[in-house]
């Protein structure tokens, strides 16, 4: 492994998308919390800014996560990768077992219990799950890789028991499919770069699209959003994918400005999360959304280049967090334009809320520490070959002297 410096590039469009979120949530906050006022009890009445500084404490958590993340030695951190699973799916465990006995451990919200209630804040497991996935997949992965042995039972029997528990308590227990996408991105990904057999690869995708389709149309409310997208929606079904249009076809070219937007007065659903992209549009217009475009892109360019430079284990670390983050943007802003039919899933680092942004930021920040490194493995073939290369040349000169 050969030291350089970090890609910084990755950093400055990372701290430049959580500053253009921090505005976003500055300017449509006080519209949200008004909305919110107009229908809660008085012990209820939130604060003008409370959005806006609650999402100025996540940005600063997030950002001690990405410096923490670039810190921290990976060839340390590697070695609590499977304990990172193991804490994540018990968290989910746990928070399962609090949503059936309606513990107030169990934050509920949209039909799902998703959040763990700490008493200041709220922790979503799942979320830890992903960073869990990312590093001890990648770490089974190369290890195998190594050996010879992808297709063995002691690769896939332990890859499939994790992926197979993550995939059930955040898309079964949970109702997340959103999650869930993120997930199978991951795991996808780090099978796909390990270079197992296309067979197998196939066989792998065949069960989670069979999963899938099971999780769909076994869900009321997804067979409503699948009924929304095919256009046969009515006017409640199809209220939401409607109001995010015409956020983005309001805000036109330049957009009405910060401030002024109408949608996040309480007519577009989570106008703050999942739907930013929208009122986005609306507050910016096409040429803020093309910069935000832009700026996604390039992050993940970026992440992938590094990927290219790295041994094994590390590439597909860095590929698992390529998966995390275009699957977020892409199914976000895919839903958002009535492109995909409408999942809740958050668009990275612009999102309002905490877990999410920070576990993101953690993962960018250890793809920088990995950034600042050039490394491939050599096998014994290769160092035979070249001492051979080496000795032929001394013997010519020696020969010729």
Known sequence: MRKHKSDRIIAVITFILMAVGLVVI??????RANFINATAPPDKQMGTNDFFFNQLRSVVASIVAFIF????PYEKLRTYAKWIMMIGLASCALLAAAAAINSPLAVCEMGGCRWINMGVTTFQPAELVKLGLVLYLAQLAAKWKKEGKLESRDFLQPFAIVSGLALVFAVILQKDLGTGMA????????????????????????????GGLFAIFSS??????MTTYSGEGNADENYHIDNAKMA???GGLLGVGIGN?????????????DSVFAVMGETFGFRGLALVVLAFFLLLLRILKVSTRLDTERGLVTVGVFAWIAVHVIVNISAMTGLIPLTGITLPLLSYGGTSMMFIAFSIGLVCQLSCYTGREVNNESISSR??????????RRGSA
């Not at 500055?26 to 519209?31: D, K, L, S």
């Not at 997930?183 to 069979?210: D, Q, R």
């Not at 009321?220 to 959003?225: F, G, L, N, S």
């Open 26 to 31: 500055y300017a449509i906050g006080p519209q």
């Open 261 to 273: 937007s109408v949608q996040a007065t309480g007519y577009l659903p989570e106008s703050i999360n």
């Open 183 to 210: 997930m199978v991105a991951i795991i996808m990904a780090i099978l796909f770069m390990s270079g197992i057999k296309i067979g197998y690869f196939i066989a792998a995708l065949a069960i989670i699209a069979a």
């Open 248 to 250: 983005i076809g309001t």
């Open 387 to 396: 001492r051979g290369i080496r000795g032929s040349y001394y013997a010519s």
């Open 69 to 72: 993340a670039f810190k921290f």
């Open 220 to 225: 009321p409310h997804r067979i409503e959003r």
